[in-house]
């Protein structure tokens, strides 16, 4: 079936650090691949999204690339701030009107 | 971006009561709506799916007698938590998809079952 497998946290990393979080996916047709942010005590949010296979979805410095070879959608940030302590999901839906499949979740904290 | 609006934002109730959480999608209208459970530090939880005029499809292993869906508009839909209990203490979310994919989420329902 559908799954998403990403990295377990927690990330601690200080500011102005490289920010890499690991995703892949299993293979099974075409999904649309998005990457979410959860802040303490609130909802999720879109971070990005990639389409189909080769799209870089970007956002608030960060970015993540569908790579269809590798069954994986990194998310990427060259100098995390504070702000961005959070937890990140990695999400991929099927089709049209499909549901989420989420990954685990990876909290990172970034310290000053 | 849409707004979802998920109320209320956290709630006590009394072991043995019923609870329930609104889901609104305020800027656009939604066929599908989605609820989720989420236990700390871990991921979201796939409870059921939400349809406009319809039975919701319930994932398995949950409960339909107990999460008791309603989508009785295109902009809500929701989700009452029948004789809740102390392991029915969660983060909820609900999340409405715009279109075919596009899915906006609430910022969630904290309850806590005493």
């Known amino acids: 079936g559908d799954s998403v497998t990403q990295m377990e946290g927690p990330v601690t990393l200080s500011e102005e650090a490289f920010l890499t979080i690991n995703c892949t996916y299993t293979a099974t047709g075409y999904p649309s691949l998005f990457w979410y942010v959860q802040y303490p005590g609130e909802g999720l949010q879109l971070l990005l999204k990639?389409?189909?296979?080769?799209d870089k979805g970007s956002n608030k410095g960060f970015e993540a690339t569908y790579r269809k070879e590798t069954t994986s959608f990194h998310l990427e940030k060259g100098s995390v701030q504070v702000s961005d302590s959070a937890v990140y999901f990695c999400a991929r839906v099927k089709a049209a009107g499909n549901k989420l499949t989420f990954g685990g979740g990876t909290r990172v904290l970034v310290k000053p | 971006g849409a707004v979802v609006s998920q109320h209320p934002s956290w709630v006590i109730c009394k072991s043995g009561t019923s609870v329930k959480i609104e889901c609104r999608s305020l800027?656009?209208?939604?066929?599908?709506m989605f609820w989720y459970r989420q236990f700390p530090k871990q991921s979201l939880m796939l409870m059921a799916t939400s349809n406009e005029g319809s039975k919701a499809t319930y994932e398995q292993g949950v409960e339909k007698d107990k999460f008791l869906i309603n989508h009785a508009s295109l902009t809500l839909s929701t989700l009452t938590v029948t004789s809740a209990h102390p392991e029915d203490s969660s983060f909820y979310i609900c999340?409405?998809?715009?279109?075919?994919?596009?899915?906006?989420f609430g910022q969630g329902t904290r309850l806590t079952v005493v």
């Open positions: 800027d656009f209208q939604a066929t599908t």
């Open positions: 990639a389409t189909k296979a080769d």
């Open positions: 999340s409405a998809l715009r279109g075919d994919t596009e899915a906006f």
